[in-house]
């Protein structure tokens, strides 16, 4: 007599038991990740790995890389933004020459992926 299966899917290669930390969200975001990209989290999971390990290949690869730096880049301007607004008198000063560097290098950043 054959034995039933589960599962219709078959369950090939290695496993990894993977623990998020006890204060970490990154299991949330990375399942809600994987529905909006329309996988299931170990293929979302996979994905991800596999495009770390990726070398930029073509002008695609690398516009996306820099699409990617400039969303940082301006995430820091907003949090170097946010900073100043924030900080007392005695400290703007201070905040002023770091807020000022900071934006300094983010428009060399983005001079450098202009070209």
Same mark, same amino acid.
């Given at each position: 007599?054959?034995?039933?299966?589960?599962?219709?899917? $078959?369950?090939?290669?290695? !496993?990894?038991?993977?623990?998020? &930390?006890?204060?970490?969200?990154?299991?949330?975001?990375?399942?809600?990740? +994987?529905?909006? *990209?329309?996988?299931?989290?170990? +293929?979302?999971?996979? #994905?991800?790995?596999? !495009?770390?390990?990726?070398? &930029?290949?073509?002008? /695609?690869?690398?516009?996306?890389? %820099? #699409?990617?730096? /400039?969303?940082? $880049?301006? +995430?820091?301007?907003?949090?170097?933004?946010?900073?100043?607004? +924030?900080? @007392? &008198?005695?400290? @703007?000063? *201070? %905040?002023? /020459?770091?807020?000022?560097?900071?934006?300094?290098?983010?428009?060399?950043?983005?001079?450098?992926?202009?070209?």
């Amino acid at each position: 007599m054959a034995k039933k299966v589960k599962d219709a899917r $078959v369950r090939e290669g290695e !496993q990894i038991l993977i623990r998020f &930390p006890p204060d970490s969200d990154l299991r949330s975001r990375l399942d809600a990740e +994987a529905k909006k *990209n329309g996988r299931r989290t170990t +293929a979302e999971v996979i #994905y991800r790995l596999e !495009q770390s390990f990726k070398e &930029p290949t073509s002008a /695609e690869d690398v516009r996306e890389i %820099a #699409y990617r730096i /400039e969303g940082i $880049v301006q +995430a820091l301007e907003a949090k170097v933004s946010e900073i100043m607004a +924030a900080s @007392s &008198p005695q400290q @703007s000063e *201070n %905040a002023d /020459e770091v807020g000022g560097t900071a934006m300094q290098m983010a428009e060399q950043i983005r001079k450098r992926l202009k070209t």
